[in-house]
């Protein structure tokens, strides 16, 4: 963790410039009591990278949204490694042919053998699982 004009040298930036980030919420880094700041490692990334696009004339307002993309795409990347090993496991464990709906919404559910699939879903797939290699 690093204090603002330690933070600063590094990004090559004024502490003023890293203090007005902070009020406007491109870069939070964590406090310490309450008051002072203190940037990660993480946190100089972010300010190099505003600092690339600023350079490149992309407005404060512009680098906001970039890096809410970012964060989203990330959030969004976890969640998809998160599914891919919950699938894994499924795949692993069952043998026996599964049912899925599609919702109005674009929502895939599982549909419990024996029972019909709610009245508003688009379509329905059975999905055999490959006999296992062994």
Known sequence: MFVISVAAELTEMHPQTLRQYDRIGLVTPRRQGGRHRRY??????QLRQI?????EGVSLEGIRRILQLQNRVEVLEETLDALRQE???SQRHSTKPRFFAVGPHGDVVTV????RAR????ALVL???APRRR
Do not use: K, V
Request: hydrophobic share 20%; proline share 8%.
């Open 40 to 45: 990660s490692p993480y946190n100089i990334e």
């Open 51 to 55: 600092q690339q696009f600023s350079q």
């Open 87 to 89: 699938l894994r496991e």
């Open 112 to 115: 419990d053998r024996g029972r």
């Open 119 to 122: 009245a508003n879903t688009q």
């Open 127 to 129: 999905w055999e699982p």
